[in-house]
């Protein structure tokens, strides 16, 4: 009964990755395995980002710091470099709300990309925008006006 157990015992230490060692015999202790290291995290820079009306053929039409309050819908579009296969955030704040976080996936480096936000008339005043690596750094913020 008490080998049944141990052999229970070791297999439950081997199903998680545990290896079994004979105590038996006098040896010195192991070294602990060294640790894995870091993935690096890839160091992101923006080349440049705005708001603008449209995105057109990939490029930024009617950018600006001030819009009317018919707007109806913004861009915020960005060029960076250094991201490849990772993702960047667009966090789009109506004063102090955040209404808004687009995940925008990166596929290489330098790669141009942008989110759509809705405006409706009636939010009118300050905004802006944050550009937010994957681990939620702000990297950049635009401010800009609706209808003033």
Same mark, same amino acid.
């Given at each position: ?41 890839? @160091? *992101?820079?923006? &080349? !440049?980002?705005? %708001?603008?009306? +449209? ?7 009617? /950018?600006?710091? =001030? ?30 709300? @955040? *209404?808004?976080? &687009? !995940?925008?996936? %990166?596929?290489? +480096? ?7 936000? /809705?405006?409706? =008339? ?27």
């Amino acid at each position: 009964m008490k080998r049944i157990a141990m052999l229970a015992a070791s297999a439950l230490l081997l199903g998680r990755g545990l290896v079994a060692q004979d105590t038996t015999k006098a040896a010195a202790p192991a070294a602990a395995p060294a640790a894995a290291p870091a993935a690096a995290t890839p @160091q *992101v820079t923006i &080349v !440049e980002a705005v %708001v603008a009306r +449209s995105v057109v053929d990939r490029q930024p039409q009617d /950018t600006g710091a =001030a819009f009317p309050a018919d707007v109806a819908q913004l861009n915020c579009w960005t060029k960076l470099e250094g991201a490849g296969g990772s993702s960047i955030h667009h966090v789009w704040f109506h004063g102090d709300t @955040q *209404v808004g976080d &687009v !995940e925008l996936q %990166v596929g290489g +480096s330098p790669w141009r990309t942008w989110s759509r936000k /809705t405006v409706p =008339a009636d939010w009118t005043g300050a905004w802006h925008v944050e550009v937010r690596d994957a681990a939620g750094t702000v990297l950049k913020r635009i401010d800009f006006t609706v209808g003033q």
